[in-house]
């Protein structure tokens, strides 16, 4: 089942005094409880694409549809920054559990209570509740950060190069908790990475856009089974690959 | 001992400041000049007593402390939503800026012959000279705290669904609040001066300041330099409440 | 959330300060008794005309110029004069400005000490000698000879002069004043305890007025400056002022004198003792804003003669300052001013005044400048009246 359609998406920005064309011309489709990692070149419009999912940003022309087929709403994601964004005042508790406290969701106090309970012993946290976020490991802030976005149970949750501030023992360990919260919740994950092997490691698609102004250039299926193993000679090969298309522009 | 150390180091220059100051005053012997700590302590030690048949020392401090905070409270409740507005539309800021800029150097107590005109002599100017003191520290702080506040706060609140009015509370106001905290801090350290030097000033009856120039007139040091002491000891008390708040509340400061 | 705990902070920290406050005051507001009162307020000459003009205060007890410039300038009415304060007209001769020296100085410098003593005296003679000449050095010293603004008015600095001279005695014989009632409201203070060596010195004025009978100077022994200090802003000192700008005819009648290094200036502020024309040492006048600040000085040793009020000095005199008062400037000169709409023409309609006033829960408000002889007379009016004083601004702590 289709989730997100998007259809000749352009942007234009005005840097200064020089206007220029971001993104072109993005189509691209996006299946219920997929991961699609999304590639391309530095500076060519990964970013914008996922703020202009997260409603943060608007595009000039082209259509983003839902799962219904009507215009897609952005509060039905969630985001995920590189630098995890966590409000320093607030406990770990109250990170998760600010989504669920705007107006907009109307939850009763008490449900938001089990609902952080549930979501803290999901990325294993249960432990820091009260902890405030300075006092945490950058891996656990991100896991802290992916709570708080799974809170409002998007349907979609974009993360734009989530764990490439991170040491690659977290940023496995974080890769491995997408894959699990993904099969126990059924989330979709559009994830933004420049590393290849995450993308071939996560993705069950990978979209690779080329040089700006943008557009889709190449979409790979990966089908290999998990958990996967990098060292395996059709990953390495897969990573040559996708590597290629995003370095080749 | 790792925690009195310090203590007992900050110590270490008051003491001998007196021990010098007492040898000298026994040496000079004139009271005028440096009076003797013989006569300074009983002064500090009956607070309580009447002093030049008026209000005693402790009366004296705790109506300058009042002043002081009803002062410092108006200009909070005024200065900080001023802040908060002129940091969030750029359109405020330029009405409120220049003019904020050219008031903001006048020492407040040049305002005191006019404040006793338009806000008469006693608690209505000295109210006026306290909230002119500790306006532009909190304004001025507010707004900077406005501009520390990250973007990326913002997105992810808008991401997660909040309002304006939501991230106004929920961001902007706990973000700029360690900023409008040192304001606070300054504001206070700078309005208790002012007060000081404004109730020295004709018209008030009571008060550290008023104490202070009453003994000048009789030729009293000794009284100035306790009332000296007061002054100080209520600066460093008042400081370091904000000090002690600022580590508690807003530990995340600078670590995020 | 955490933060809302901040304004609740601030919020019981008022709450306490007030309590504390109320609960302090509270204890006084019952001996509060049901005579008749009036409010004074402490204020520094140069702002009562602003003060009366602005109904801050009801009326202003000051010394000269300050009375005419209220006077002449549409402020307000002089409804009383020095004679006219009780009891008894006992203020009419009282020394209201004494010339000050400390201790140290009279010892060290005794002849110096009459020599500026003589020229003070030579100074008050001139006065009388030549009215006009007086006021116009004293307007010049006090105004700069430019004309004063005041409430709308334009005054002349001369006619004010004029307006003023005949209420002021310049006279070097005045008797002191007893400030005990000023002292009776410092009563629990134990610096009152101390007694004084001396509030007088004799010798050093005796010495003066054998100078000005021909005694030849003897300069032995001289400082190489003498700093005195007084209040610009005051009429009484017109002793001073004459004696310095007007130094030619006591040079020639007695030889010694005080001239101006300045001849540009209205208000020197340094010149030299001279003594048959040969430069004995240099002066320096430091104007000062109120007596006591330079009482204080001279007891720092920042200051060596003063021209000062006779309350200020012997109130510190009194209180250990080791100074003395060598004579009398002038008594005199000073004003009870209220606005031309209140409803009293003298003293006694002024006390009808004070107590309907007082009845009416509006006690009347004073002001008067602190320390000075003018509180003391005030006090003294009040207390010989059966009107209670209490300080503006405080009424709560009770016995103020
Ligand atoms: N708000 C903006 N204003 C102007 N230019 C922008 C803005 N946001 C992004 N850009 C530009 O658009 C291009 C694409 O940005 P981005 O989506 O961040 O690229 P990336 O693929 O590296 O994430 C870059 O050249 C960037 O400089
Ligand atoms: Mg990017």
Known sequence: MQVLVLKGISKRFCDDQAEFQALSDISCVIHKGEIVCLMG??????????????????????????????????????????????????????????????????????????????????????????????????????RVAVARALAIEPEILLMDEPFSALDPFSRHELQDEVIRIRDTLGTTFFIVTHNPEEAVYLGDRIIILSKRPSSVRK??????????????????????????????? | MKRVLPILKGFAIPVFIIVIWQSLSMYIQNSFILPGWETIIPVLIHPAEPLFGGASLFQNSLISLQRVLYGFLLAVFIAVPLGLLCGWSKSAEDYVNPIIQILRPVPPIAWMPLAIAWFKIGFGSLLFIIFIGSFFPVFISTIEGMRSIRIRWLEVAQTLGATTLEKFKTVVIPGALPSIWTGLRLAF?????????????????????????????????????AGMIVIGVIGIVSDSIFRIGQTRLFGWQGKE | MRIWYLPLICFLILFSLVL?????????????STEPEVQFVYATSGIMPQLLNTSQVDAFFVWESVVSTADLGGIGKVIARDADIPPDRKWENTACNVLVMRNSFITEYPEIASLLSAITIAGIQRIHEDPD???????????????????GLTLNPIELEKNAFPHINFTDKARLPDPGYL????????????SPSSRENVTVYTRALELLTGSEPELSHIPPYVRIGYLPSADLYAPLYVSIMGYEKICDRYGFCLVPDSHMSGRPTECQLRVQNSTITRIRLLPGQVGGGVMTGLGQNAIDVAYIGSVPS?????MGNPAAIIHSINAGGSGLVVDDSAPCTDWDSFIVWVKSRSSSGRPLIIAVPQSSIQEEMMREAFEYEGVQISLYGLPTFGAL
């Not at chain 1, 060519?44 to 703020?51: A, D, E, Y």
């Not at chain 1, 920054?81 to 990170?95: A, K, M, R």
């Not at chain 1, 193993?229 to 522009?249: F, K, N, Q």
């Not at chain 3, 000449?133 to 409430?151: D, K, L, Q």
Request: charged share 15%; hydrophobic share 40%; net charge negative.
């Open chain 3, 314 to 318: 012997l109130m510190q005199i009194s």
């Open chain 2, 189 to 225: 350290g700078v309005a208790w001066m002012c007060l000081v030097a404004a109730e020295m000033l004709p018209g008030t009856s009571a008060g550290l300041g008023y104490l202070i120039m009453f003994a000048y007139n009789l030729g009293q040091i000794q009284v100035i330099v």
């Open chain 3, 133 to 151: 000449e007086a006021m116009n050095i004293t307007a010049g010293w006090v105004y700069g000879s430019h004309p004063i603004r005041s409430a």
């Open chain 1, 219 to 249: 979409e790979i299926e990966v089908s290999s089974p998990r958990p996967r193993d990098l060292a395996e000679p059709e990953m390495i090969h897969l990573v040559r690959e996708v590597t290629g298309y995003v370095s080749s522009g």
């Open chain 1, 41 to 142: 070149p530095s500076g060519c419009g990964k970013s914008t694409v996922l703020r202009i999912l997260s409603g943060l940003e608007s595009s000039d022309s082209g259509t983003i549809c839902g799962s219904d087929g009507d215009v897609f709403d952005p509060v039905h994601t969630a985001m995920v920054f590189q630098e995890h964004g966590l409000f320093p005042w607030l406990s770990v508790y109250d990170n998760i559990a600010y989504g669920l406290r705007m107006k907009v969701r109307k939850i009763p106090q008490k449900q938001i209570a089990q609902k952080v309970h549930d979501l803290l012993s999901l990325v294993h946290m249960e432990e820091f509740a009260n902890v405030l976020p300075h006092q945490l490991s950058g891996g656990m802030k991100q």
């Open chain 3, 183 to 194: 002292q009776q409201s410092l009563y629990d203070y134990e610096m009152t305890l101390k």
């Open chain 3, 20 to 32: 504390g406050y109320v609960f302090l005051s509270g204890v006084d507001v019952s001996s509060i």
